[in-house]
């Protein structure tokens, strides 16, 4: 297999189990700390950088892919131990800001500068993290629910104090928290602990897409979280989700837009206009017929509103630019 370098990264052409249709691709990896990550390249114009969910890896954006690499360059990844990357073995520890250091690395590496930054669950929660570091190499952000769960409580289970402050603060909030934490999040770590990853990815997609979701999930995408359980299970198991408080959403200062599905569970939809009222001039999106999985469930309109989002901003246009409210016939701005 023929090598080259990229700014210092090895990199080496690899085969997918599927083509991006409708773009020309690149498909590569590159080395980051020791760790060879897969990605490819489609499209055309300024670089967008897309990062996948938990139980996911690059192949859940090819819906959206070739519709946004119309307009955009494309660089879509498997983070570290995602599918087709080396796998996490069982006593792998993984940690969030492993994830923001290859997203960061990945980019200087490949000399993109400012990137348009598109995540879905966890990889928004990474993209958010990765602007608050290095928002330098921001243009923009798009969130597909982040799971900032410490926009609310900084742990679970919470301390009996953040319950109460949380119980006279945002009861709705406390309510739809605590059946995530005690319908999903407990019964998965139960699960992982006690090696049964097939339950524990029950209870986790469940929980996360609705039950509804969850029961239309197709047999190549169920595989496609089978084929990723192990680094999710690394990632429970591990450090957990990091704490992002309200000072540093409101700190971010890139252009973001916030966007759910009208599916989805309500902890996540609570999390979402939080984390729009606190970051300076970020929307709430909400993406109808869809779920967790949004730009999987509707990628035309996820697309769209990408488009409509990012393709003006050429430059370093600052929060200033970016209207907080708008209204559309297919969507909700709020």
Same mark, same amino acid.
């Given at each position: 297999?023929?090598?080259?370098?990229?700014?210092? =990264?090895?990199?080496?052409?690899?085969?997918?189990?599927?083509?991006?249709?409708?773009?020309?691709?690149?498909?590569?990896?590159?080395?980051?700390?020791?760790a060879s990550l897969?990605?490819?390249?489609?499209?055309?114009?300024?670089?967008?950088?897309?990062?996948?969910?938990?139980?996911?890896?690059?192949?859940?954006?090819?819906?959206?892919?070739?519709?946004?690499?119309?307009?955009?360059?494309?660089?879509?990844?498997?983070?570290?131990?995602?599918?087709?990357?080396r796998p996490a073995?069982?006593?792998?520890?993984?940690?969030?800001?492993?994830?923001?250091?290859?997203?960061?690395?990945?980019?200087?590496?490949?000399?993109?500068?400012?990137?348009?930054?598109?995540?879905?669950?966890?990889?928004?929660?990474?993209? *958010?993290?990765?602007?608050?570091?290095?928002?330098?190499?921001?243009?923009?952000?798009?969130?597909?629910?982040?799971?900032?769960?410490?926009?609310?409580?900084?742990?679970?289970?919470?301390?009996?104090?953040?319950?109460?402050?949380?119980?006279?603060?945002?009861?709705?909030?406390?309510?739809? *928290?605590?059946?995530?934490?005690?319908?999903?999040?407990?019964?998965?770590?139960?699960?992982?602990?006690?090696?049964?990853?097939? =339950?524990?990815?029950?209870?986790?997609?469940?929980?996360?897409?609705?039950?509804?979701?969850?029961?239309?999930?197709?047999?190549?995408?169920?595989?496609?979280?089978? =084929?990723?359980?192990?680094?999710?299970?690394?990632?429970? *198991?591990? =450090?957990?989700?990091?704490?992002?408080?309200?000072?540093?959403?409101?700190?971010?200062?890139?252009?973001?837009?916030?966007?759910?599905?009208?599916?989805?569970?309500?902890?996540?939809?609570?999390?979402?206009?939080?984390?729009?009222?606190?970051?300076?001039?970020?929307?709430?999106?909400?993406?109808?017929?869809?779920?967790?999985?949004?730009?999987?469930?509707?990628?035309?309109?996820?697309?769209?509103?990408?488009?409509?989002?990012?393709?003006?901003?050429?430059?370093?246009?600052?929060?200033?630019?970016?209207?907080?409210?708008?209204?559309?016939?297919?969507?909700?701005?709020?």
């Open positions: 297999m023929r090598r080259g370098q990229i700014g210092g =990264a090895a990199f080496a052409p690899f085969r997918s189990e599927s083509q991006t249709e409708g773009a020309r691709t690149n498909e590569q990896e590159i080395n980051i700390d020791g897969a990605y490819r390249e489609s499209g055309h114009g300024d670089p967008m950088v897309l990062v996948h969910a938990s139980l996911s890896d690059m192949r859940s954006w090819e819906p959206l892919e070739p519709l946004v690499a119309e307009h955009f360059r494309i660089i879509n990844y498997s983070r570290r131990f995602a599918h087709p990357n073995d069982e006593n792998t520890s993984d940690s969030f800001s492993a994830h923001v250091s290859d997203l960061v690395a990945l980019i200087d590496r490949l000399g993109l500068g400012k990137v348009h930054l598109v995540g879905n669950s966890s990889g928004a929660f990474v993209c *958010l993290l990765a602007a608050q570091q290095r928002p330098d190499l921001v243009r923009t952000l798009t969130l597909e629910e982040p799971p900032v769960v410490s926009m609310f409580l900084h742990a679970l289970p919470p301390s009996p104090g953040e319950l109460f402050r949380l119980l006279f603060s945002s009861p709705g909030a406390l309510v739809a *928290l605590i059946e995530f934490g005690a319908g999903t999040i407990g019964p998965t770590m139960k699960a992982f602990q006690q090696g049964n990853d097939d =339950a524990a990815l029950d209870f986790f997609a469940r929980g996360v897409l609705g039950a509804a979701a969850y029961a239309k999930v197709t047999p190549t995408r169920k595989r496609q979280m089978v =084929a990723n359980v192990k680094a999710h299970r690394a990632s429970m *198991l591990g =450090a957990g989700l990091p704490v992002f408080t309200a000072a540093d959403a409101a700190s971010i200062q890139v252009p973001t837009q916030l966007i759910r599905g009208s599916d989805t569970p309500g902890f996540q939809r609570r999390i979402n206009q939080r984390l729009a009222k606190l970051i300076p001039g970020a929307m709430d999106v909400c993406i109808p017929n869809a779920s967790h999985f949004v730009h999987e469930d509707n990628p035309q309109v996820v697309a769209e509103v990408i488009r409509t989002f990012c393709g003006g901003r050429h430059g370093s246009a600052g929060v200033g630019s970016h209207r907080k409210t708008r209204q559309g016939p297919k969507l909700t701005f709020e």
